[in-house]
């Protein structure tokens, strides 16, 4: 498989494009609400856990060059620091 050269930016775009394109239909129900969603930026294959940590390490088992993107469901930013938020991809 080859490596795909997207900046962060680009990643978070296509992640976002999926989630808005019909995995935010599926996955905004109650028990998701809160929970970390990692979207393979390139396939559009998600995993959703309470961290994130064992979605991302089974898509990246499957894929290991794959371009993730986590969320939490049902908010606008994953994470916030001092006041600042900011959304995070994983390499």
């Not at 993730?68 to 994470?79: N, Q, S």
Request: net charge negative.
């Amino acid at each position: 498989m080859q490596a795909i050269f997207w900046s962060v930016e680009e990643v978070a775009q296509r992640a976002k494009q999926f989630y808005e394109n019909g995995i935010r239909q599926q996955v905004e129900h109650g028990d998701n609400i809160g929970k970390m969603i990692v979207i393979d930026a390139e396939t559009g294959e998600y995993g959703i856990d309470k961290s994130g940590v064992e979605s991302a390490l089974r898509l990246k088992q499957k894929n290991p060059i794959a371009r993730l993107f986590t969320m939490r469901i049902g908010y606008d930013v994953a994470f916030s620091f001092g006041g600042a938020s900011m959304e995070r991809t994983v390499e």
